[in-house]
C-alpha cells in the first residue's frame, strides 16, 4: 500500500525559511508527478508547486520566486524550501503522487496523498 508523509511543519516568524520533506514508501513500480498543496483555514486546498511527469515545474502565483520544489527521484522523495514566508503561508501543506504500484498481481494508479504538516507563520 502507498503511503506519503510529510515532515518539518512547525512555527516560522514572517520573512523566515522552513524546508518540508515528503517521502513515497509501498510496492512503487513509477511516480508521475508529484506535488505540494496547502489548506488554510476557512479556504479550499490550493496547489503551491508541482512537478510534472512532462518534465516541467509549476508554482502558484503567489509563492513564485520565494518557495522552491525539488525532488529526488532515487529516494522517492519531494521537498519545498519556504524562504520569506508570509502570514498568508500558514496552512496545512500536503504532498502529493501520483503513482503506479505493484499489487496482488496488477499495476494499480493510485493518487497519494499525506495526512498534512502545519506551518504556522507568526512573529
Known amino acids: 500500500q502507498v503511503q506519503v508523509v510529510e515532515f518539518g511543519g512547525g512555527l516560522v516568524q514572517p520573512g523566515g525559511s522552513k524546508r518540508l520533506s515528503c517521502k513515497v514508501s509501498?510496492?512503487?513500480?513509477?511516480?508521475?508527478?508529484m506535488g505540494w498543496y496547502r489548506q488554510a483555514p476557512g479556504s479550499e486546498r490550493e496547489l503551491v508547486a508541482k512537478?510534472?511527469?512532462?518534465?516541467?515545474?509549476e508554482y502558484s502565483e503567489s509563492v513564485k520566486g520565494r518557495f522552491t520544489m525539488s525532488k529526488d527521484t532515487e529516494q522517492d522523495a519531494a521537498y519545498l524550501q519556504m524562504d520569506d514566508v508570509k502570514l498568508e503561508d500558514t496552512a496545512v501543506y500536503y504532498c502529493?503522487?501520483?503513482?503506479?504500484?505493484?499489487?496482488?498481481?496488477?499495476?494499480?494508479?493510485?493518487?497519494?496523498w499525506g495526512q498534512g504538516t502545519l506551518v504556522t507563520v507568526s512573529s
Open positions: 509501498g510496492n512503487i513500480n513509477t511516480i508521475y508527478d
Open positions: 502529493y503522487a501520483e503513482v503506479v504500484e505493484w499489487r496482488n498481481g496488477n499495476y494499480n494508479h493510485v493518487d497519494a
Open positions: 512537478f510534472y511527469s512532462a518534465g516541467h515545474l
